[in-house]
């Protein structure tokens, strides 16, 4: 079972970046599509970027403007690079991939805006 790996979370003061990144503990992906949710506390987990394999981009109108995703193929990793964070930002950010009709989720990485 390929698990995916997540790194980057940390605690920032609001207007801050962060970088996180994603990779398999192994192997890789073919065609997949690849992106970030994230979950608060008492909220439902919510769509905040996604990637295709094509390279069409999809962002939540909530972060469009502050948050990029992007991908390295040759090393099956995906990122995100967060700007302007605002505490509502605060969240357990998943690494999610969709490839060969399945899903993979990442254990999450805490994502804190706070002064």
């Known amino acids: 079972q390929v698990q995916l790996v997540e790194s980057g979370g940390g605690l920032v003061q609001p207007g801050g970046s962060l970088r996180l990144s994603c990779a398999p503990s192994?192997?890789?992906?073919?065609?997949?599509?690849m992106g970030w949710y994230r979950q608060a506390p008492g909220m439902q987990r919510e769509l905040v970027a996604v990637?295709?394999?094509?390279?069409?981009?999809n962002y939540s109108h909530l972060v469009k403007g502050r948050f990029t995703i992007s991908r390295d193929n040759a090393k099956n990793t995906v990122y995100l690079q967060m700007n302007s964070l605002k505490p509502e930002d605060t969240a357990v950010y998943y690494c999610?991939?969709?490839?060969?009709?399945?899903?993979?989720w990442g254990q999450g990485t805490q994502v804190t805006v706070s002064s």
């Open positions: 999610w991939v969709y490839s060969d009709s399945k899903d993979y």
């Open positions: 192994r192997g890789g992906f073919g065609l997949a599509t």
């Open positions: 990637m295709s394999s094509f390279g069409t981009i």
